[in-house]
């Protein structure tokens, strides 16, 4: 019990030193260096305190060799623009003007779902809404709204709805906003597009819509 106490309570002021050294961020701000760096350190911590019989010190000497990769590659993230660039990635526009890049849909393997959960959480509803959204390095998506939508969008009590999302209808949506099958039907006839052709089509209870079509990339 106290060869326990003892590891545990080493190891604990040892990862309070080297997170310390490292500077950790929040859990959302990591980059893939951080991540995988807090991994490696908490399952060496782990096998420390689960098996009495391992030495403390090769823990100890791993985890310290760890901090030092971090240091080490946070010097030169700052000092080589190119080599932030290998080991950080650059950020990505996903939306501009209200308008999706599937290419870097594609490059990030977001969804749709992705996409519109990203806007969401922005309380953004409307594609014409967002002037800029930029994926982080870090995975999380900022958005700039454009300052003139809402007075160019009439908003309606029941928000923009994905109503089709990768050429498939999504019925429950489609109810919510009060239209009929019938009526997105006549909707994609005025526009001259097939379900098919459709990687987006968001719908709100004063029928408005906005139909993003699928690109060949």
Known sequence: MFSII????????????????????????????DLVSTIIISNLTSLVIEAPEMPIVNSIVSILLIMCF??????????????AHIIQGKSKILIQNGIINQNVMKELRFSVDDVLEAMRSKDVFYLEEVCLAVVETTGTVNIYKDPNAQSNIKK????????????????????????????LQSILDKNNITLDKILLMTLDGDCQYNITKKEVI
């Open 156 to 183: 309606n009590c029941i928000p923009a709805m994905p109503v089709i999302v990768d050429s498939k209808i999504i019925p429950e949506n489609l109810k919510s906003t009060t239209y009929s099958m019938e009526k």
């Open 70 to 83: 971090e240091v080490f590659i946070s010097i030169w993230v700052k000092k080589s623009e190119h080599f």
């Open 6 to 33: 003892t590891r545990t309570t080493i190891m604990f002021m040892l990862i309070i030193f080297c997170l310390r050294i490292m500077g950790k961020k929040n859990l959302g701000e990591f980059q893939p260096s």
